[in-house]
């Protein structure tokens, strides 16, 4: 939205990914009378019911703050054994044309919460975001690495596939 100053700031209402995509996607294609391609994306830790979902940036509370919101998260898993740990971050990927249904992308990169943070690079929930087939949490991953298993990159990659169908007004969601 650095781009776009005039692009609205959105409350995120919606019950899913999804759903907050799509408000944030069609209001800002309204107000700018262009195409617009919003994300909405978060945690869902299965230990935990799902959460924090949706609610993940401000976790623990509105500041939006990364490391209290997994110093939050460390606390409630405390105690959890690993294998019942496991995580998956989700994006969701709206794509709002003007005279044309909204279209979305889902995607996952299933992983696990480690007991404690580790590495420096990446954001978020990255430090305790752990992926046992690479050995390595999120932010322990080179950029390149990263970019090509995330959850982010899944959703991109579904939404170059279905390019065509989306801007020929054939949206759907997934």
Same mark, same amino acid.
């Given at each position: 939205?650095?781009?776009?100053?005039?692009?609205?700031?959105?409350?995120?209402?919606?019950?899913?990914?999804?759903?907050?995509?799509?408000?944030?996607?069609?209001a800002?294609?309204r107000?700018?009378?262009?195409?617009?391609?919003?994300?909405?994306?978060?945690? !869902? =830790?299965? /230990?935990?019911?799902?959460?924090?979902?949706?609610?993940?940036? $401000?976790?623990? #509370?509105?500041?939006?703050? %990364?490391?209290?919101?997994?110093?939050?998260?460390?606390?409630?898993?405390?105690?959890?054994?690993?294998?019942?740990?496991?995580?998956?971050?989700?994006?969701?990927?709206?794509?709002?044309?003007?005279?044309?249904?909204?279209? !979305? =992308?889902? /995607?996952?990169?299933?992983?696990?919460?480690?007991?404690?943070? $580790?590495?420096? #690079?990446?954001?978020?929930? %990255?430090?305790?975001?752990?992926?046992?087939?690479?050995?390595?949490?999120?932010?322990?991953?080179?950029?390149?690495?990263?970019?090509?298993?995330?959850?982010?990159?899944?959703?991109?990659?579904?939404?170059?596939?279905?390019?065509?169908?989306?801007?020929?007004?054939?949206?759907?969601?997934?």
């Amino acid at each position: 939205m650095l781009d776009f100053p005039d692009a609205p700031d959105v409350a995120e209402t919606g019950s899913t990914f999804a759903e907050n995509a799509v408000l944030k996607a069609e209001a800002a294609s309204r107000r700018l009378k262009r195409p617009v391609i919003a994300d909405d994306s978060g945690l !869902v =830790v299965d /230990a935990l019911g799902g959460r924090p979902g949706v609610h993940s940036a $401000r976790y623990a #509370g509105e500041d939006k703050n %990364d490391a209290r919101n997994i110093a939050k998260l460390l606390r409630e898993l405390d105690g959890v054994p690993m294998e019942q740990r496991t995580a998956r971050f989700h994006c969701a990927l709206a794509v709002a044309i003007p005279g044309r249904p909204t279209a !979305v =992308v889902e /995607a996952t990169c299933d992983g696990y919460i480690a007991e404690v943070p $580790r590495g420096e #690079g990446g954001f978020g929930y %990255d430090p305790i975001f752990y992926l046992p087939e690479r050995g390595k949490t999120m932010a322990e991953l080179a950029p390149e690495e990263k970019n090509q298993i995330s959850h982010r990159a899944k959703a991109l990659t579904k939404l170059d596939e279905q390019w065509e169908e989306i801007v020929g007004g054939k949206g759907r969601t997934e």
